[in-house]
């Protein structure tokens, strides 16, 4: 049983900044991977980043250099650093936590990115 909340999505200008948060709870393995996906309406749901247990991180290519993903281990808690957003990151932010080659996501949080 594994609960993920998302939260620090909203309304920001091009050129803006947010901040994203989540949190894991219940049976969470020592080794995991977290990180986040998001899906556009109309598009596919993409990976934007991933950070292991071992905080390696690796990010989607339309994001390197502008988002930054890390990690608190004492929390299970997950963070996305969003800088210089662009109209085109507007989507649905799905937390994800992948252990023992399964899957969950949270309910995901709305980022709006418009002038």
């Known amino acids: 049983q594994v609960q993920l909340v998302e939260s620090g999505g909203g309304l920001v200008q091009p050129g803006g900044s947010l901040r994203l948060s989540c949190a894991a709870s219940?049976?969470?393995?020592?080794?995991?991977?977290m990180g986040w996906d998001r899906q556009a309406p109309g598009k596919e749901r993409e990976l934007v980043a991933t950070?292991?247990?071992?905080?390696?991180?690796n990010y989607a290519d339309s994001v390197k250099g502008r988002f930054t993903i890390s990690r608190d281990a004492a929390r299970n808690t997950v963070y996305l650093q969003m800088n210089s957003l662009k109209p085109e990151d507007t989507a649905v932010y799905y937390c994800?936590?992948?252990?023992?080659?399964?899957?969950?996501w949270g309910q995901g949080t709305q980022v709006t990115v418009s002038s």
């Open positions: 219940g049976s969470i393995f020592r080794l995991n991977t």
């Open positions: 994800r936590l992948t252990q023992v080659a399964t899957n969950t």
């Open positions: 950070i292991t247990s071992s905080n390696s991180a």
